[in-house]
């Protein structure tokens, strides 16, 4: 049987794809584009971590720095056993981009390590993790390079980091890192930031294509912080859960699921299954089923030239970083279906890591309101330009977006000259 999961695509290869096209449309100068399309420091690294049986193991990590041209670079943390050095390459990359488009003033990063955390203790992951911040040391900071999290990192490992650093720099350096607990520096509001602007983007697409709220179906895929978050919200705002699902499993109900009673059952069993407000669906098989939002919010290359053509929703707002590949654009602007691309719907995240990083320096801390008001004002700001670009230009949303940032990052060089 044919298969509707995931295709093996690079996503560093995927993400040049588009950015490439980008800036032929832009016409961008070829030497300038040669600067900006590759990341300007790798590091990689083999840490020693001992395990809690007294053996020692290495672990390999990366942190790669695509671009300081707009200020200092910004990235998520990835704990993940296929984690892979194009992987933080294509990550680093769509930071640059992400954060050129909201307009904050960040270049891009990514990193992580090579680990399976479903295996390792809690021990063992905050050795791993300290290790990791200190073979690091020199190139982090709050001026310098600023780590978030990611999939299968958390506030408890941002916690790490910021103490590590601190310990080595010998003062509390709090914006050093992003994501952390309320207690530690960390931003109100920063936890669901990325949900919300999903559903912030979510709430002016319907407005776009005159949908109402109240009857739009929802397919969310990954139920970790974004995707869990992004269900609750917009679950109490009006819209109809449908669909939702987990690496291990998923759930279906076409009348909707009360997300506040699977959210209270996951945190007791730690599972989907048994959940008796729904049916049981395979995670595969449910971005193909019928609903009119589908959030993908898991990992990479989710929407391929396998399943695009079966894909039911009218809007696919991107959660994840690289969901769809460059082959599924192409089917899916055939069906015109309505790309929220990645770099504009789920720049919530970085957009109050931002925030976050201002408060730190600033030793003033906002309220919730506060917090939310910026992040509304940036989201639906970022979604109309990206959609004006669109429409002026005659290309598609992810183009546009990629456009608007690559020239704000182009324009940025230019003005600082380069120094070759
Ligand atoms: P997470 O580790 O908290 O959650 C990931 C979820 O995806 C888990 O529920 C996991 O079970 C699920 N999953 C993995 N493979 C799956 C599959 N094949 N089918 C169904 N579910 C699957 O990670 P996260 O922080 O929520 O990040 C999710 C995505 O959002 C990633 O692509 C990440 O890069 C992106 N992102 C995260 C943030 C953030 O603030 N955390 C910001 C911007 C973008």
Redesign the pocket.
């Known amino acids: 049987m044919e298969t509707l999961?995931?295709e093996e695509v690079n996503a560093w290869e995927a993400q040049v794809a588009r950015s490439d096209l980008a800036a032929k449309k832009l016409t961008l100068d070829e030497g300038l584009w040669k600067i900006l399309r590759e990341p300007s420091r790798e590091i990689i690294v083999h840490i020693p971590v001992q395990l809690d049986d007294g053996t020692l193991e290495i672990f390999t990590g990366f942190r790669v720095q695509h671009s300081i041209d707009r200020g200092p670079a910004k990235g998520?943390i990835?704990y993940s056993p296929n984690l892979t050095l194009d992987e933080a390459r294509a990550?680093a990359s769509w930071m640059t981009w992400k954060c050129a488009l909201v307009n904050i003033p960040f270049g891009g990063a990514a990193g992580g390590v090579i680990c399976d955390p479903d295996k390792m203790s809690k021990r063992e992951l905050e050795r791993l993790t300290r290790r990791y911040t200190a073979e690091l040391i020199e190139v982090l900071g709050p001026e310098k390079d600023v780590p978030?999290?990611?999939?299968?990192?958390?506030e408890q490992i941002m916690a790490w980091i910021m103490d590590t650093y601190s310990m080595h720099v010998r003062h509390t350096v709090t914006a050093v890192v992003t994501?952390k607990p309320l207690e530690l520096g960390g931003s109100k509001g920063r936890n669901e930031?990325?949900g919300r602007g999903l559903m912030i983007v979510c709430d002016e697409a319907l407005k776009k294509l005159s949908m109402n709220r109240d009857q739009t179906r929802v397919i969310i895929?990954?139920?970790?912080?974004?995707?869990?978050n992004a269900a609750r919200l917009m679950h109490r705002r009006g819209y109809k859960i449908v669909g939702a699902?987990?690496?291990?499993g998923?759930l279906y109900n076409k009348d909707g699921i009360d997300i506040g009673a699977l959210w209270e059952y996951y945190q007791r069993k730690n599972t989907f299954k048994g959940f008796p407000g729904a049916e049981e669906a395979d995670?595969?098989d449910?971005l193909v089923r019928d609903c009119d939002i589908l959030i993908p919010?898991?990992?990479?290359n989710?929407i391929t030239s396998r399943n695009a053509d079966r894909l039911k929703a009218q809007i696919l707002c991107e959660?994840?970083?690289?969901?769809t590949t460059a082959e599924a654009d192409e089917i899916l602007a055939d069906k015109r279906v309505f790309a929220i691309p990645?770099i504009l719907a789920?720049?919530?995240?970085?957009t109050v890591?931002y925030f976050e990083w201002v408060q730190d320096r600033q030793g003033y801390f906002w309220l919730e309101s506060e917090v939310n008001r910026h992040l509304e004002h940036v989201m639906r700001s970022a979604f109309a330009e990206v959609l004006q670009y669109a429409e002026s230009h005659g290309v598609s949303n992810r183009i546009a977006a990629y456009m608007l940032a690559i020239d704000r990052v182009a324009y940025t060089l230019r003005q600082r000259g380069i120094y070759a």
């Open positions: 999961y995931a998520g990835r990550l978030g999290p990611d999939i299968n990192t958390d994501g930031a990325t895929q990954g139920f970790g912080n974004v995707g869990s699902s987990k690496s291990t998923g995670p595969a449910l919010a898991a990992v990479e989710q959660a994840a970083n690289g969901p990645d789920n720049s919530g995240g970085v890591s």
